[in-house]
């Protein structure tokens, strides 16, 4: 199937298919986001896990935390997603905590994603009041 969507694309052949971005559900950030990682990552399509505040999900695991992780699977299992993007943002409702302490949930979010993916690229960052992105790690 993938080769087939490849060999229909005009998009050169080394671009990936897909990323996966574990992000907010605040729509000031998801385009941000994804256009981001879809740069950094060289991926064309990314596909897009979202919850309120996820970076508190993901730096201490609660209920939430396993379904968020299976559905960041289907992405890895079904279309071959190999970089994983984690967003946090400022004035966060999901997540209203101080900006030192978000970006350290992002360090955190990505330690545990490559606990959880060793073979994953992972990279996180941070999306500042004025929607600049704060590369994290
Ligand atoms: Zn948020």
């Known amino acids: 199937m993938r080769n087939r969507l490849c060999s229909h694309s005009s998009y050169p052949w080394s ?6 971005v574990l992000t907010c559900m605040d729509g000031r950030v998801q385009v941000k986001g994804n256009n981001y990682f879809s ?12 919850a309120p505040g996820m970076v508190k999900y993901l730096a201490d ?9 299976s559905d960041l699977r289907i992405s890895i299992h ?11 943002h400022a004035d966060c409702a999901g997540n209203p905590v101080p900006d030192s302490t978000q970006k350290r949930q992002v360090s ?3 330690a545990f994603l490559r606990t959880e993916f060793p073979g994953a690229e992972i ?12 590369r994290i790690l």
């Open 61 to 69: 695991a609660t209920e939430r935390t396993s379904q968020i992780l």
């Open 123 to 134: 990279a996180g960052i941070w999306v500042s009041e004025h929607s600049i992105v704060e």
């Open 15 to 20: 671009m990936r298919l897909f990323a996966v």
């Open 39 to 50: 740069t950094t990552f060289g991926a064309r399509n990314i596909d897009t896990v979202t």
């Open 78 to 88: 079904e279309h071959g997603s190999a970089q994983i993007g984690v967003v946090a």
């Open 108 to 110: 955190e979010a990505v």
